[in-house]
């Protein structure tokens, strides 16, 4: 099979999503493509690349899903609607049963958020996936990194410190390093865990309901701290955050404090939106949000730095990294 027989086989049959604003799609030396009227593009582009995002022997469908998920969830941070993507795939050799995998986990995303396959590129080499994403948000009204004020609420949707559990288990696993605190964790919840690592839910709708209400936003792809950070920087603003009220899944509730807090804090690969809103929008986040899981974690203050605050109002003495640095 080369090249050409490949994308046809896998990618390029498909039948993508339509958008009326994809005038040719994937076949030529390029896409064509309009913006639609009124409208701003939002573009992204993330790599995930074999035992750095992933072990190389991850299940292909959620290579493919993942790929996609978290180009998704740059989208949902920005308060964009997904349109189309370019896929360019690199990988070490043709294994048909791997490549429909992966194209199922990817297409199937894909064709669920209303994405379609516009072009790529498929050479040999190491594997790694890169998918380019494009998605529209009225003018003038993307969320940003750059928006937050003192006095602003923090918010995150979902649950944090899945993923960072789960990566713990594996790393745990593979150094034969048995983790005691997790030692008494259900299989149910193992898998629970695993499957929010594989297969990040992102937060599209709330990405899109938090126009004109979020004054600033991010996904949570490096841990909390890390990406809250990067919300605070940009106005020399810093922030105090009450560490019980940071939302966990049962999973860690079932851990103790000083395994459950770190990971809610400073793990990444949860994918989920940290937010902050200012005091006078409240009314309407309860409205824009009133069927999703989102929690108020915190404040934005003027003294820079962010403070964790215990249950007793003590200053936590976190050890959490900050963030996942790739040089
Ligand atoms: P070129 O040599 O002009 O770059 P290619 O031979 O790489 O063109 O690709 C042929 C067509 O197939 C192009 O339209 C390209 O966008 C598309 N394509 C290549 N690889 C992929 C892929 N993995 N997924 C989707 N489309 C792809
Ligand atoms: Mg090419």
Redesign the pocket.
Known sequence: MN??D??RR???SHHSPRHEEIIL???????LCRARPGMELAIAVDTLAAGVHFPADTAPEDIGYKALAVNLSDMAAMGAEPAWM????TCPCVNETWLAAFSQGLLGLADASGVA??????TRGPLTVTVQITGFVPEGRALTRTGAQAGDGIYVTGALGDAGLALQILKNSQEDNFLKETAGLSQALRQYVQTRLDRPVPRLHEGIALRGIAASAIDVSDGLLADLGHLLTPGNLGAVLMLEKIPLSSALKSLPRETAWPLAAGAGDDYELCFTVPPSREPDLQYALAKCVYTRIGTVETTPGIRCLCTDGQLWQNHCQTGYKHF
């Open positions: 090249e050409f490949l994308i896998y990618f390029s799609g994937i076949g030529d030396d390029a896409a370019t896929l360019a795939l396959l516009i072009g790529g590129d498929t």
